[in-house]
């Protein structure tokens, strides 16, 4: 039975949100899977991803084949990593604390990748914020630049009129 790494599509129209599962590859796209090992959702920036690595590694190292999306996601999580390693420590290149200590190493600095991307992206937002607010400012300034003489105008002229109106009836 040839299995498949895939993306299987939930969510609503416009808002998709995915399940990683090994399934069947004769299997229907968002039909009967043998296990799920994470989910997706590309709603977020930046696009917020939970896999089981280790499900994952059993599935790949037992000959499941992920489609390009879902080969995509396992090397952004670790997981095609931590099979090479498993790899490696099969034919006697590296120990299993040293596999450990690498995929560890790896996940930090991945970690520090993408909480700089979520800061960079929060600092953007607030400075748009920032900007947006500051134009609102100067073109309610300019409106009430533009109304003030206006409305000097209508003062003079209802002064006017109640300096008339005061005159006639004296």
Excluded: C
Excluded at 87 to 108: D, I, R, S
Excluded at 141 to 159: F, N
Aim: charged fraction near 30%.
């Amino acid at each position: 039975m040839p299995v498949k790494i895939r993306l299987q599509r939930h969510g609503k129209k416009g808002k998709p949100y995915y399940w990683i599962v090994a399934a069947d590859a004769r299997a229907k796209r968002d039909g009967k899977y043998l296990e799920k090992l994470g989910a997706y959702n590309p709603n977020t920036n930046p696009a917020t991803v939970e896999l089981d690595v280790d499900g994952a590694v059993k599935w790949l190292q037992n000959g499941a084949q992920p489609t390009d999306t879902a080969k995509a996601i396992l090397s952004y999580k670790g997981a095609l990593l931590k099979k090479h390693l498993a790899g490696g420590v099969a034919k006697g290149a590296l120990t299993e604390e040293q596999a450990e200590e690498k995929f560890n190493a790896w996940l930090q600095e991945k970690e520090a990748k993408v909480q700089a991307k979520s800061e960079g992206l929060s600092e953007a937002q607030a400075k748009a914020k920032a900007e947006a607010l500051a134009a609102e400012k100067a073109v309610n300034e300019a409106r009430i630049a533009a109304a003030a003489p206006v409305v000097e105008e209508a003062a003079e002229e209802s002064a006017d009129v109640e300096a008339e109106a005061s005159n006639e009836e004296e």
